[in-house]
């Protein structure tokens, strides 16, 4: 991690991260869903809420919700990225994440995927968005260190910063970027979906799905309010000076290495 001219290393025992294969991954939980008697429509786009029933509805259709917007309750501090998958790169580092934070309150992130391609995921985000032309900012980013490597893949868009209220409406559990959104700062996203998704899924199997939101508020808000206190100090900091930006962040990771 880089913030400034401040370089910091942190080595984890093997177990502690995982670089997950998203389509493997989803595959094989819904195999395992179908064993267990779960009916699976897929290329099945849904336009309405009234094209839903079923006593219970969890919306896990990521950032922005179309539940949500649906329905006019789309809150919650959303973010932008960027990001190029890179072939046979000469960055390619196979067991190291690499996060840089930059004075204008966003980051960079270089991480591993595929040893056997040399390939790296390489991407920009910003906890707000500010109008700033992210594919430029990666390309600069990229002459800059001598980034090398094919692009074969480019994803992007929104990103929910923290929980994204309500966690629930009615009988809808909002889950994933949906309801609990994403934590950049510690590079939880797809650890909080899972997590949200497991906890809505036992909260309606054994019959207090209202204790839902309780349950996730646990979980999360500690980390959200202090987060979102620190996002909105930096909205300010980063048009004053982007020095006070990466000191903030500096103090940030120390203070969360000390109480998490
Ligand atoms: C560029 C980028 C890089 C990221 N990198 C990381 C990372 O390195 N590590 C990490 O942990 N997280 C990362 N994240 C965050 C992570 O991707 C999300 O937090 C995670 O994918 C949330 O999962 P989800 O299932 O809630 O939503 P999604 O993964 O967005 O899935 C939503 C699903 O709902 C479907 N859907 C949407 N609308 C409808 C509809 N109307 N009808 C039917 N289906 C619909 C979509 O097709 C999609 O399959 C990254 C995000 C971005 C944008």
Known sequence: MIIGSKKRVYHREPGVGYILNRPEFICHLARKAEKLGTIIQTDDKIKTINDLD???IVDASGCP???KRELDINRGIKGVTYQQTLEDSNYFISDTLKVIYTGN???YWIFPRDLKKKELNLGIGFSGNF????????EK??????????VNYVAGGLIPVGLQRPLMHNNILFVGDAG???FPFTGQGIYRALISGDVAGRCIARGYPKKYP????????KWDLIGKTFIRANYIFRR?????????LNYFTDVSNMIR
């Open 65 to 67: 919700s179309t539940v």
């Open 141 to 150: 980013f990229k002459e800059g260190r001598e980034i090398e490597g094919k």
């Open 180 to 182: 609990v959104g994403t």
């Open 131 to 138: 109008g700033y032309n992210l594919k430029n900012m990666l």
């Open 54 to 56: 079923g006593k219970f």
């Open 105 to 107: 309150f966003g980051y």
């Open 214 to 221: 309780h349950i996730i508020n646990q979980k999360f808000i």
């Open 240 to 248: 004053i000076n982007p020095k006070l930006v990466l000191a903030s």
